[in-house]
């Protein structure tokens, strides 16, 4: 990646965390170059859109208000659109004319209007938790899911983002909540993690499979079950789980030292204007604990797998070689957890500011880990991995812990290769060369990357004053290579006279192959998907 990192002196990346308006009627965009002729449908994408109500503002990137985006592509033209996703949140808000629903870092005061008396009971209602689905949206059988990573997902219909219903998971496994990144399997099967209550009131984590479409036509997610429990080092505290490894025979789970203090969690609510942001810890003492169990029939393998502490929300992908599992992963590391860095105030501020937090942060790495399926006690002290073309180690203490240490495959002080995607239709599971990624640079988003994690060379797509999205692959028809296809992401490029536009390149080497630009600003996105 090249070193001859961007400034940013002027801030104009304050302007990808503004609030911005839904549209009433679709925008045509301006194309130059030519949209590839394969690329019929939508691209959707999902992110915080609202960043304040009447004169309260949210105060954190996961506190804004979903809305929702979509690219058409049709006969070479592209139209963008755009809606805010009717949460509970959302609706009582903009009704409310105040954050009425606690949010990840912005709390949410009782009605000043209601007297003493029900103010105080209403501290003891226990916690509404947000269904504000801002984060990712998936297909589940024939229907689509705009998610967060609470209990809630939002049906959503993905041609007029119109939204359909509120579903509460608790009401059909046992899980706390959901991440919003699965694993979807060719014939549509859903796979998921989330934290549960497990034997005897500790805790666990539970992966969830929902099925594919149903041959009745019935609804896929009332047939969901839990498939494989995990056991969670700390019996009240939960480590925070962003996303999950699958192999095509094995789950993967790494347990993090930035916990849930689940005691704080519930009492947080009756006492002080709190919100969940208050509720991590970091258990500096623990590690990282790497968990693995077969994928069918479900089963937890019970060996200690254990390397230094890092936080770590994206997994790029996991195979299975040669009796070893790959699980090549987005590190921050040490304990500290990232979001506390991800305040609006923190990335709103000057450059040098901006810069100054950054210096203090954990630093990102893209890092390699192997797990061995084979393991013999007898093995002390010697590196259990022998893949030829990785220098990641396992190695047996005594105690039978097997400490676990990476292969680094990219690194940059201060410049992290995040959001990771791939050829996931091909090679989501199996031995693969390409990860594409959103460069962060002091934590703003301003290149599109793509590395062979093979060769560990670099490719990098970057214009000043643009800061880019997540980039989704979508595979060309008949592709032979895996790098065959073209990546799509959204680039804000606050100084200019169309201040936002979907930006298409050449899988094969970034290089530009259209771009669609509107007339209006598009606010910061997560994830998403590119749906044929």
Excluded at 155 to 168: F, I, S, Y
């Amino acid at each position: 990646m090249n070193l001859d990192v961007f400034e940013h002196p002027a801030g104009g990346y304050r302007k990808i965390f503004e609030t911005c308006e839904e549209l009433s009627e679709t925008l045509p965009a301006t194309v130059t170059g030519r949209i590839p002729s394969f690329l019929k449908g939508s691209l959707l994408r999902l992110g915080p859109g609202l960043f304040e109500v009447g004169d309260e503002p949210f105060y954190h990137l996961f506190d804004g208000q979903a809305l929702m985006h979509k690219f058409d592509f049709k006969n070479g033209q592209v139209t963008y659109f755009r809606k805010f996703v009717r949460t509970d949140a959302y609706v009582r808000a903009i009704t409310e004319k105040r954050v009425v629903i606690t949010e990840f870092g912005t709390f949410a005061y009782p009605d000043p209007c209601k007297n003493i008396f029900s103010r105080f009971f209403s501290y003891f209602k226990g916690v509404e938790v947000t269904d504000n689905c801002l984060v990712n949206v998936y297909p589940v059988g024939e229907d689509f899911y705009a998610v967060t990573e609470t209990n809630y997902i939002t049906k959503v219909n993905p041609d007029t983002l119109e939204t359909l219903k509120k579903v509460d998971m608790c009401n059909y496994i046992n899980i706390n909540g959901v991440t919003a990144h699965p694993h979807i399997e060719r014939d549509g099967t859903v796979y998921n993690i989330g934290n549960c209550m497990g034997k005897g009131a500790t805790l666990a984590y539970n992966i969830v499979r929902i099925p594919p479409t149903q041959k009745d036509k019935s609804d896929p997610i009332e047939k969901s079950k839990v498939v494989v429990q995990f056991p969670s080092h700390e019996r009240f505290k939960p480590s925070y789980v962003h996303s999950f490894g699958m192999s095509e025979n094995y789950f993967v789970f790494v347990e993090t030292p930035v916990k849930i203090n689940l005691l704080k969690f519930l009492s947080a609510w009756s006492i002080r204007g709190s919100n969940y942001m208050d509720c991590f810890e970091s258990n500096e003492s623990q590690g990282t604990l790497f968990h693995i169990a077969r994928k069918d029939p479900g089963e937890y393998i019970d060996h200690k797998f254990k390397g230094a502490p890092i936080g770590m929300f994206h997994h790029i992908n996991t195979y299975e070689d040669q009796g070893f599992v790959v699980v090549d992963l987005c590190a921050w590391k040490g304990f500290e957890f990232v979001y506390n860095y991800l305040w609006l105030a923190n990335l709103r501020a000057n450059w040098d500011e901006v810069k100054k937090a950054a210096m203090m942060a954990p630093q990102p790495e893209v890092r390699r880990y192997v797990i061995p399926l084979d393991i013999h006690k007898e093995e002390q002290g010697k590196n259990l991995v022998s893949l030829p073309y990785t220098t990641a180690t396992a190695t047996m203490h005594a105690d039978g812990m097997i400490w676990l240490e990476p292969e680094i495959l990219f690194s940059g002080p201060r410049q992290a290769f995040e959001f990771p995607q791939i050829n996931y239709e091909r090679y989501g599971g199996k031995n693969y060369t390409y990860a594409y990624g959103l460069g962060l640079n002091h934590f703003i988003p301003d290149r599109i990357c793509k590395l062979n994690v093979k060769t560990k060379e670099t490719w990098v797509w970057q214009e000043p004053d643009s800061y880019p999205s997540e980039p989704l692959f979508v595979q060309t028809p008949e592709a032979v290579d895996e790098d065959d296809g073209v990546l799509l992401t959204i680039v804000a490029a606050p100084g200019s006279q169309r201040p936002a536009y979907l930006l298409i390149l050449n899988a094969k080497d970034l290089s530009e192959v259209a771009r669609a630009e509107v007339e209006c600003s598009i606010p910061v996105t997560f994830h998403g998907m590119y749906k044929p």
